[in-house]
């Protein structure tokens, strides 16, 4: 699998820690950025992310302090759906529901082990279409307009 991976200086441990495991599992990651404890925004790297996710079909790993500003700086870009995940279930189901493309963890509230679980959970798991192909139809055409 290919990932795109992107943090603040607030998530730049766990993003390091889980872009190992990524490699570790075979995957091809491409880090862009932040490479510094220096504090940085956010959402320059939820969107640099996100947008690259959506133009090269890659899933996405994105991680803040809490997760919250970078996945809804992420969820500004069209067509991607960044879910912020707590544990395995949580990002399991993010992918098998709302075919999530990215997933997103705050570095304060989730810890390596349970960050890598729920990864691995979201890297392993597809999305089921069927009766959540809809649901996801209308979740992306909220704030669409006619002709755009």
Same mark, same amino acid.
Do not use: F, Q
């Given at each position: 699998m290919r990932w795109l991976a992107g943090?603040?200086?607030?998530?730049?441990?766990l993003k390091c820690e889980l872009i190992a495991l990524l490699r570790?599992?075979?995957?091809?990651?491409?880090?862009?950025?932040t490479d510094s404890s220096e504090s940085v925004d956010y959402?320059?790297?939820?969107?640099? +992310?996100?947008?690259?996710? /959506? #133009?090269?079909? %890659? $899933?996405?790993?994105?991680?803040?302090?809490?997760?919250?500003?970078?996945?809804?700086s992420a969820n500004k870009v069209a067509q991607a759906r960044a879910a912020l995940a707590t544990d395995a279930f949580?990002?399991?189901?993010a992918r098998?529901?709302?075919d999530a493309n990215l997933i997103v963890f705050g570095?304060? +509230?989730?810890?390596?082990? /349970? #960050?890598?679980? %729920? $990864?691995?959970a979201f890297r392993d798991a597809s999305f089921e279409g069927g009766r959540h192909q809809k649901r996801v139809d209308k979740m992306m055409a909220i704030g669409k307009t006619e002709g755009s």
């Open positions: 943090s603040d200086h607030a998530g730049l441990a570790e599992w075979g995957d091809t990651v491409e880090d862009l950025g959402p320059d790297y939820g969107r640099a +992310v996100a947008e690259r996710v /959506v #133009a090269e079909g %890659a $899933l996405g790993l994105l991680v803040c302090g809490t997760g919250n500003g970078i996945a809804m949580t990002a399991r189901m098998m529901h709302n570095a304060r +509230v989730v810890g390596v082990g /349970v #960050a890598g679980d %729920a $990864l691995k």
